[in-house]
């Protein structure tokens, strides 16, 4: 009689999870219908999305791109789809979106600012992903005054001898560095290009003019408008900000009473005045204190004064990051034999900036959005854009089609700015997770 057993003697397969739990079945019951507060929460929240949807659908789908007025937009949209129809009159973006992006720009000029932009991505790229050829970075330090030139026009030589200025400065430095310190080297660094941008780079450029001619048609700043001058304005200010604010949080950690004094004086009174108060000041008091007869650019006006905003909020992030290193890692870079500079450069600031990047970020994020403000001192920036071309007669009335396509464009920019944040967050990870 043969044995019975009633023990396995092997293992069953795995079987599959239940279709429920799986899928896109699955991840609906996990994140939208996980108990009867979440079903409540998602059966709202598409109840709002389907009234949304209803309401803007129409709007977009009976769109009109080809028209010369908004009352010719009212009368296509009437005739195709019914008296009470009503619609999106996208042909003002159509019409005027030259004027949108470019301002009072001469459009023959147009490839001018094109390739300004064009060679600022190719000259931001190796400082934003450091994987590319370090080489590409001489051309970051020549394209300020390269797009400057391709912008503004005039002759070549100008920035020319704006930039010599800082060679002068850099050489100006080391060779006072060698003899008589860091303090006496700093002022020479600051005072050499100084003295040769108020007497000698204008001579300089007017003489090697002469004998080299080369020049673009000048434009004036008036000329300047739209997301041309908000692009301007604000990766100037961001670019400008960023190293300026370093050294007023490094200022204000300054061991030197003075250094530490005029660094904490102008964080709290930059901070303390609203940005629009300093763009009056750039347009209207700063002439009063010029000498008679100065030429004061007014958006190099507006540049310099967005830049010290922002450097004063980006030293206190920068503050914050520094403040949160472990009191431990500056005495590993003292005892390491490194002197204050080397160890900020070397072990202190790369940690504090990667702990500062969210707020870094935040900062230049909201720079950008501010650059809208100049509308009210006069420049023509897309909101002031708006304002001009509704006060056409052809256009008068229309309001969300204007105000769309200037949000969608800022969130353009700003989400990739975002984008860009959590990457570089990433890329610098350390930690274990």
């Given at each position: 009689m043969a044995e019975t057993t009633y023990v396995r003697t092997e293992m069953l397969p795995p079987k599959p999870p239940p279709p429920t739990q799986t899928g896109v079945i699955g991840?609906?019951?996990?994140?939208?219908f996980d108990g009867w507060k979440n079903t409540l929460l998602t059966l709202v929240a598409l109840y709002v999305i389907y009234a949304l949807l209803s309401a803007a659908l129409p709007w977009f789908l009976h769109?009109?791109?080809n028209a010369e007025s908004l009352n010719e937009c009212r009368e296509i949209i009437k005739a195709s789809w019914g008296p009470e129809a009503d619609g999106a009159c996208f042909a003002v973006i159509r019409d005027r979106w030259h004027q949108m992006l470019y301002?009072?720009?001469?459009?023959?000029?147009?490839?001018?600012?094109?390739?300004?932009?064009?060679?600022?991505?190719?000259?931001?790229?190796?400082?934003?992903?450091?994987?590319?050829?370090?080489?590409?970075?001489?051309?970051s330090l020549i394209y300020p005054f390269l797009g400057y030139w391709l912008l503004w026009g005039g002759t070549v030589w100008a920035p020319v001898s704006w930039a010599l200025g800082f060679i002068l400065g850099y050489f100006a430095f080391i060779l006072v560095n060698d003899r008589g310190g860091t303090i006496l080297a700093a002022i020479a660094a600051v005072v050499v290009p100084v003295l040769w941008w108020l007497f000698g780079a204008g001579p300089f450029a007017d003489l090697v003019?002469?004998?080299?001619?080369?020049?673009?048609?000048?434009v004036e700043s008036r000329?300047?408008?739209?997301?041309?001058?908000?692009?301007?304005?604000?990766?100037?200010?961001?670019?400008?900000?960023?190293?300026?604010?370093?050294?007023?949080?490094?200022?204000?950690?300054?061991?030197?009473?003075?250094?530490?004094?005029?660094?904490?004086?102008?964080?709290?009174?930059?901070?303390?005045?609203?940005?629009?108060?300093l763009l009056?000041?750039?347009?209207?008091?700063?002439?009063?204190?010029?000498?008679?007869?100065?030429?004061?650019?007014?958006?190099?006006?507006?540049?310099?004064?967005?830049?010290?905003?922002?450097?004063?909020?980006?030293?206190?992030?920068?503050?914050?990051?520094?403040?949160?290193l472990p009191k431990g890692q500056y005495e590993a870079a003292a005892a390491l034999g490194l002197d204050y500079?080397?160890?900020m450069r070397l072990v202190i600031l790369p940690q504090a900036l990667k702990i500062a990047i969210p707020g870094i970020v935040s900062t230049f994020i909201g720079l950008f959005k501010d650059t809208t403000l100049v509308s009210i001192i006069g420049l023509m920036d897309p909101i002031g854009l708006t304002n001009a071309i509704r006060a056409n007669a052809e256009w008068q009335g229309i309001i969300w089609e204007l105000y769309g396509f200037v949000a969608l464009v800022f969130w353009i920019f700003c989400f990739s700015m975002s984008r860009y944040s959590m990457y570089l967050e990433s890329r610098l990870e350390t930690g274990h997770r």
């Open positions: 991840w609906l019951r996990e994140n939208l769109a009109v791109w301002g009072f720009y001469p459009q023959d000029l147009y490839w001018r600012p094109n390739l300004a932009f064009v060679l600022m991505l190719v000259a931001l790229s190796p400082v934003l992903f450091p994987n590319l050829p370090r080489k590409m970075l001489v051309f003019q002469s004998l080299i001619p080369i020049s673009l048609a000048d000329q300047f408008g739209g997301f041309m001058l908000s692009v301007t304005i604000g990766i100037t200010g961001i670019v400008g900000s960023l190293p300026l604010g370093i050294i007023l949080a490094l200022g204000r950690q300054s061991n030197l009473l003075m250094v530490k004094s005029l660094s904490v004086g102008f964080i709290e009174f930059i901070r303390g005045v609203p940005l629009i108060t009056f000041v750039a347009s209207t008091l700063l002439n009063i204190f010029m000498p008679p007869g100065t030429n004061f650019d007014i958006i190099l006006r507006v540049v310099i004064m967005v830049t010290l905003f922002s450097a004063a909020y980006v030293a206190e992030v920068v503050r914050g990051g520094l403040a949160a500079w080397k160890s």
